[in-house]
């Protein structure tokens, strides 16, 4: 059974910094194109990151320069490192292989002073 479980979202301030963990079983983790997405209230969901099972990683132009994804393939988990961030990064964040119909439940950032 498929499992995806994010956390590590929160309510930070603009500028700041949250590092987002998905955690991944069910399935061979290490072979798989990893993706995190988002969902801002009122907006359909839209790919943030990619990352390839060899490293290789895509952003979407609005994040780019201030997100990071990277993958730890012996903990089966995939992160995002999200710095710089901004009130329209406001969204549930969620992690997913392309490849799999499953979803995690999401993690829940909010940027607001």
């Known amino acids: 059974q498929v499992q995806l479980v994010e956390s590590g979202g929160g309510l930070v301030q603009p500028g700041g910094s949250l590092r987002l963990s998905c955690a991944a079983s069910?399935?061979?983790?290490?072979?798989?194109?990893m993706n995190w997405y988002r969902q801002a209230p009122g907006k359909e969901r839209e790919l943030v990151a990619s990352?390839?099972?060899?490293?290789?990683?895509y952003y979407v132009d609005s994040v780019k320069g201030r997100f990071t994804i990277s993958r730890d393939n012996v903990k089966n988990t995939v992160y995002l490192e999200m710095n710089s961030l901004k009130p329209d990064d406001t969204a549930v964040y969620y992690c997913?292989?392309?490849?799999?119909?499953?979803w995690g439940q999401g993690t829940q950032v909010t940027v607001s002073s």
């Open positions: 997913k292989a392309p490849n799999i119909p499953s």
């Open positions: 990352i390839s099972s060899g490293g290789v990683t």
């Open positions: 069910g399935f061979t983790f290490r072979m798989y194109v």
